[in-house]
């Protein structure tokens, strides 16, 4: 029984889990004396026969502050399999009552969850999917490129407005909702503003915007250098109809000379420097 808790649960276990397998306060502590078992907070044991995982290592952060404790943000994300890599802070809600101390390398957030905001995954309390990811996002390290690629595969974008709106008020939430609001609309005509903004900012000359070329119009032209600037919104909005008519459209321009560049609203609100780069070299400014 002992054996199996520790191969299901990274290893981690606590005091209670332990008695409740059998061991006594003092077999605990033996297994302690003997450096068989480590100790990483007050009641929780890492047995140290095996590599210390990320998943160790914030399971036992979240255990750590009892059984009411769940992991949130992108230590929840990562849990939750919408991010690769794991972070370095642990953030852990637990109950807004609750008198624990906060401990080096977690983050701690205290409020009362919504029972359908936590889920039990592989053992662990954590946020539900759908707040985790409207956390997640505005955290440093998150941005909307977690939003758009839980919204592709794991999650609707119904269910994140009902997640955020049952948790108005907590930290970052204002920024999420700009967010979710970006991500409903596809993000097009908020993206095409960002790009005219980025451009009048770096001094960019000899533009112009909805230009036609071949009976087409594109976002943003600059003639001269026959350079088209097309715009998507959110990845999770394309389906495979729009994919082959913006294939097709981006085709019969180039044909024509131009030299097309497209830029999703993640590239120019995530890495905006890399797209006025690109564009300076491809219209010699």
Known sequence: MLDDHLRRHDGVITLAQAQLCGLSRHAVERRVRAGRWLR????????????????????????????????????AAWWHEVTRFAPETVEVTVPRVSNH??????RLRRRDL????????????????????????????????????????HVELAQLWRAHLRNKGRYGSPAARRLLRAAQDGARSEA???????????????????????GYKVDVA??????????????????SEVFQTDRQR????????????????????????????????????
């Open 40 to 75: 990483c907070s007050p009641g929780v044991f890492f047995a140290d026969d095996r590599p210390f995982t990320e998943a160790a290592r914030i399971r036992a952060a979240v255990w750590a502050y009892g059984p009411r404790a769940a992991a949130s943000g992108l230590a």
């Open 101 to 106: 101390r906060r401990r080096p390398g977690m």
């Open 114 to 153: 919504d029972p359908r905001d936590i889920v039990e995954r592989n053992g662990l309390r954590v946020t539900a999917l759908p707040l985790t990811v409207v956390e997640a996002a505005v955290r440093r390290g998150g941005g909307a490129k977690l939003m758009d690629r839980a919204l592709q595969r």
């Open 192 to 214: 095409e503003r960002i790009l005219v903004k980025l451009l009048r900012d770096a001094d960019f000359t000899g533009w112009t915007t909805n230009h036609p070329v071949g």
């Open 222 to 239: 600059f003639p001269v250098p026959r350079v088209a600037i097309e715009v998507d919104g959110w990845a999770f909005h394309t389906d």
């Open 250 to 285: 981006q085709n019969a321009i180039a044909l024509l000379g131009w030299n097309v560049l497209r830029f999703t609203w993640l590239d120019l609100t995530e890495y905006p420097e890399r797209v006025i780069a690109t564009i300076r070299y491809a219209t010699g400014q």
